[in-house]
């Protein structure tokens, strides 16, 4: 089993940044791709980004490209999320995920691990 707990959420203006961390504990050894995904109040889950277990594979939606940032520390078991230009649609509750088959993809079914979630709040 792998536990995710995300931390680093919170309430910041348009056009600032967060970063969000996963921290993974349990059976870590595993080489698992990362990803996050986001659920607005209303809206499905969607995928935000994804990241291979070297790090050396990414991948975005659309409406964050050029905005956010995935990375990992294997070392730290932690996969992080920096968001710069922050807009009121990023708003919703973030989710890390971890799968060992994931190959970090954008559909959530790939992925066997999820945290609770972590807000982030953009004002205008």
């Known amino acids: 089993q792998v536990q995710l707990v995300e931390s680093g959420g919170g309430l910041v203006q348009a056009g600032g940044s967060l970063r969000l961390s996963c921290a993974a504990s349990?059976?870590?050894?595993?080489?698992?791709?990362e990803g996050w995904f986001r659920q607005a109040p209303g809206k499905e889950r969607e995928f935000v980004a994804g990241?291979?277990?070297?790090?050396?594979?990414?991948l975005y939606a659309d409406s964050v490209k050029g905005r956010f940032t995935i990375s990992r520390d294997n070392a730290r078991n932690t996969v992080y999320l920096q968001m710069n230009s922050l807009r009121s649609e990023d708003t919703a509750v973030y989710y890390c995920?971890?799968?060992?088959?994931?190959?970090?993809?954008?559909?959530?079914?790939?992925?066997?691990?999820w945290g609770q979630g972590t807000q982030v709040t953009v004002s205008s």
């Open positions: 995920a971890a799968g060992a088959a994931a190959g970090y993809s954008d559909l959530p079914v790939r992925y066997d691990y």
């Open positions: 349990g059976r870590t050894f595993g080489r698992y791709s």
């Open positions: 990241i291979s277990w070297s790090g050396g594979r990414t």
